[in-house]
């Protein structure tokens, strides 16, 4: 989703603001960035809104990065 908004993901760096309206810690944005813990259904609704794109544009952007993963 992060590779939607800005072309190197690695330069979002998110803020006091981010973690407040989307009710994630900074903690629980490390481990879901990193993949070290799955993101829920909410956590990721949240994002998309924060972030500012529709669902349609988080669905797709959910299944590029499967299709990815799998190609690999």
Request: hydrophobic content about 35%.
């Amino acid at each position: 989703m992060l590779k939607t908004k800005f072309r190197h993901p690695e330069d979002f760096s998110p803020t006091r603001a981010f973690y407040q309206e989307t009710n994630i810690n900074q903690r629980r944005w490390w481990d879901l960035y990193y993949g070290r813990k799955s993101i829920t259904a909410k956590e990721y609704a949240a994002i998309a809104d924060y972030l500012g794109l529709t669902i349609q544009e988080a669905f797709e952007s959910r299944q590029l990065t499967f299709f990815e993963e799998n190609e690999e």
